[in-house]
């Protein structure tokens, strides 16, 4: 990774974004991080004071997110944007709220396309962009009907990008987890009154994965970073699942 490169992250304070910024960071460039929680992204910029350009945004927000693109680019041009962003409300049918339901889509769909749309034409030439989707897009269960139509959607968003990004050498690809030890995935459900009813589900989602386990988001980001570095791949998908296709 160049240190002279900045890479636009969103969902960066927290989970694989966090890894994703991390990482980056290791590596020696510059990252403009996107999040809402303002303590992580003060406790970045401490860390690394030269590298880090904290920028606190809510992708639910369609007017902060129009801002974000201009104000990245304020510090100089951008070589690569990870959209790591995301937000899942598991529901039954018939119980799903309206306000779930477009949260759901405006985090996970609305505004990775919108942010695409405008860093397809302001990346740098050979640039990459990386959306993190997920397994669940393609083998949707009931309590995920929205989440998962939300990230089979971004798939679709990835290979138009694709197509659109490439007279200018500007990659677009994703990656697509299995199940991953985030706080995402550890928050309670509806029912899971204890802490041990969310371990039980987390040792059933484990048992699920061929591999035995669940993948843990430093395994994620770096399969990320590599790929945004891929310089002959666009408008793929990388499926980072430990086998649960083949279950």
Not at 134 to 145: D, V
Not at 156 to 179: H, Y
């Amino acid at each position: 990774m160049n240190p002279r490169e900045r890479i636009l992250v969103t969902g960066a304070t927290s989970g694989i974004g966090l890894a994703v910024v991390e990482t980056l960071l290791g590596r020696g460039a510059r990252v403009v991080a996107v999040g809402r929680r303002t303590e992580t992204l003060a406790e970045l910029t401490v860390r690394y004071p030269d590298q880090l350009e904290p920028l606190r945004a809510s992708l639910t927000d369609g007017a902060e997110v129009r801002f974000i693109v201009p104000r990245a680019l304020e510090g100089g041009p951008l070589h690569g944007f990870v959209s790591a962003a995301g937000v899942a409300h598991h529901e039954g049918l018939g119980s799903i709220s309206e306000r779930t339901l477009r949260e759901q889509f405006e985090v996970n769909t609305f505004a990775p396309m919108r942010l695409g749309e405008e860093l397809v034409t302001k990346l740098e030439p050979g640039s990459g962009m990386v959306f993190i989707a997920s397994t669940l897009a393609h083998k949707p269960i009931a309590t995920s009907y929205v989440y998962s139509a939300s990230k089979a959607a971004l798939l679709s968003v990835v290979r138009s990008l694709a197509s659109a990004g490439a007279p200018r050498n500007v990659r677009v690809n994703a990656v697509t987890p299995g199940v991953v030890d985030t706080p995402m995935i550890r928050a309670p459900r509806e029912g899971e009154g204890t802490t041990e009813a969310v371990a039980k589900r987390m040792r059933s989602l484990a048992a699920i994965h061929p591999l035995g386990r669940i993948g843990n988001a430093e395994e994620v980001a770096r399969a990320i970073v590599q790929l945004l570095e891929t310089p002959w791949t666009t408008g793929a998908e990388l499926v980072i699942d430990g086998g649960l296709a083949l279950a």
